[in-house]
């Protein structure tokens, strides 16, 4: 399993960003993916997630400003991040879920500044 992960930068607060995390060795069909972001100093932790139908979650400070979609047939996931702020900083990953593989690719980086 694979995952690389691409599209962060250095913004500003308010700005926008679209990262791109394509998959290999995942069957896109069946497998829901999600979002992870570690923070300076914090835990990896779920930002959104979207089922292989489309469907998604969100973290309460992610909702209504982020947007996870999926391209099966391009093996790719999406995170449309709006409305940037400050504690939106960190390494994002995407990765299978709820169980993940634990081949965790290199992460974006994302850094916003106020």
């Known amino acids: 399993v694979e995952f690389v992960e691409s599209g962060g930068g250095l913004v500003q607060a308010g700005e926008s960003l679209r990262l791109s995390c394509v998959v290999s060795?995942?069957?896109?069909?069946?497998?829901?993916l999600a979002w992870f972001c570690r923070g300076v100093g914090e835990e990896r932790d779920m930002v959104a997630n979207?089922?292989?139908?489309?469907?998604?979650y969100y973290i309460d400070s992610a909702k209504g400003r982020f947007t996870a979609s999926r391209d099966n047939a391009k093996k790719t996931i999406y995170l449309q991040m709006n409305s940037l702020k400050p504690e939106n900083t960190g390494l994002y990953f995407c990765?299978?879920?709820?169980?993940?593989?634990?081949?965790w690719g290199q992460g974006t980086e994302v850094t916003v500044t106020a």
């Open positions: 990765e299978a879920y709820p169980w993940p593989s634990n081949d």
């Open positions: 060795g995942i069957i896109m069909e069946i497998q829901t």
């Open positions: 979207i089922t292989a139908d489309g469907r998604t």
